[in-house]
């Protein structure tokens, strides 16, 4: 395959071809298109693109020219925990919060019930249903004369 017929076919110019072949990264003015144009190379030639642009950014790491932290990194447990919860649709995710707040206020109802059966039960009440006058108990209380 002709370069002329790659980057008729990529819509990447025929110098940055060139300059890919080469290994002459710097005519790029950023590594994000040494990357893109790297991918979509891979993609036409049916190359294992993963294995290419990792390749390419230890390439582009041990060069020099590009700062290693531009250059793909192991993925963690985190990063790819992540990236399944953003895969899930809003259908399934609202329903699994509304379910979480259910539990936790049912949870907390629960809770706040066993606190209650611990109380004093005689809380809140008086001393008795009448409070008598404070008198010797010699005489008992008059009533007051009728109208």
Do not use: C
Not at 33 to 60: P, S
Request: charged share 25%; no cysteine.
């Amino acid at each position: 395959m002709r370069i002329e017929d790659v980057a008729e076919e990529t819509k990447i110019r025929g110098d940055h071809l060139r300059a890919l072949e080469d290994g002459n990264y710097s005519i790029f003015s950023a590594p994000v298109y040494i990357r893109g144009f790297v991918r979509t190379y891979a993609t036409l030639l049916k190359l294992d693109t993963a294995q290419i642009l990792e390749q390419l950014g230890r390439e582009l790491a041990d060069s020099g020219r590009v700062d290693p932290t531009l250059a793909p990194r192991d993925k963690s447990l985190l990063d790819v925990a992540m990236f399944q919860l953003a895969k899930l649709s809003r259908r399934l995710v609202w329903p699994l919060v509304a379910t979480v707040v259910a539990l936790l206020l049912l949870a907390g109802g629960f809770y706040w019930w066993k606190q209650s059966q611990h109380g004093d039960p005689t809380r809140g009440l008086s001393s008795g249903l009448y409070d008598m006058p404070a008198n010797s108990g010699d005489t008992l209380p008059v009533p007051p004369p009728p109208r």
